[in-house]
Each structure stands twice: as C-alpha cells, then as structure tokens.
C-alpha cells in the first residue's frame, strides 16, 4: 500500500519560512515533488527531485526561494519555503513517479501518486 503523507503547513505572514515535509511509504521513488492548487486555479508544478539529487526542477516563481530536498533513509521529501509571497498560498500535495526514466516532468498526469494535500496560507 503505497503512502504519501505531507505536513508543515500553516499561517504564516508575508516574507516568513515555511518547511513542508512528504513521507513515502509502501515504496521508494526516483522522482519525487511538490504541486499545488490556489483557490480557483489548476493545480501547478512547484518543484522536483531525483533520488540522488542529480536532477531538479523547479517552476520560475518559486526559483530562488523553494529548496527541494530528500532524505531518502527516511523515504522523506523537503519543501523548504523562504520569503513567502501571497501568491503562494494554496493546497500543496506531494508527488512521486513510478518510472524513473527520461527527464524530470512536471504534467500532473506523469505522477502516479499523491498525498493529500497540506494547506499553506501566506497573509499579507
């Protein structure tokens, strides 16, 4: 039975950190990510990450500020978030891709598995 259970979210203002966890269980992924879904929008790629770190991805407006990491002996990928904007606010769900061939995606419809979501809302 596949798993993927996110936590970290929360309130918090404009320009603070936030650090969004996802552990895996039931298996090991190569790829491994973060999407999110505002209130009334398409749920978007954020960023991703290989099992050896040798690729990522990240979506342009999260560039410079997300981090994304794993620590694959807890089967656990990081979202760290700094100098949050409004804008970030939404429902951020993990993602992991069974097949680990070819490039880092980022279409929802390349992930095989979800959480279900951690809220994070950014006040101005």
């Known amino acids: 039975q596949v798993q993927l259970v996110e936590s970290g979210g929360g309130l918090v203002q404009a320009g603070d950190s936030l650090r969004l966890s996802c552990v895996a269980s039931?298996?090991?992924?190569?790829?491994m990510g973060w999407f999110r879904q505002a209130p009334g929008k398409e749920r978007e790629f954020v960023a991703a990450?290989?099992?050896?770190?040798?690729?990522?991805k990240y979506e342009d407006s999260v560039k410079g500020r997300f981090t994304i990491s794993r620590d694959n002996a807890k089967n656990t990928v990081y979202l760290q978030m700094n100098s949050m904007k409004p804008e970030d606010t939404a429902v951020y769900y993990c993602?992991?891709?069974?097949?680990?061939?070819?490039?880092?995606?980022?279409?929802?419809?390349?992930?095989?598995?979800w959480g279900q979501g951690t809220r994070v809302t950014v006040s101005s």
């Open positions: 990450r290989s099992w050896s770190g040798s690729s990522t």
């Open positions: 993602a992991a891709r069974a097949r680990g061939l070819g490039p880092i995606t980022t279409a929802q419809a390349t992930y095989d598995y």
């Open positions: 039931g298996r090991t992924f190569n790829i």
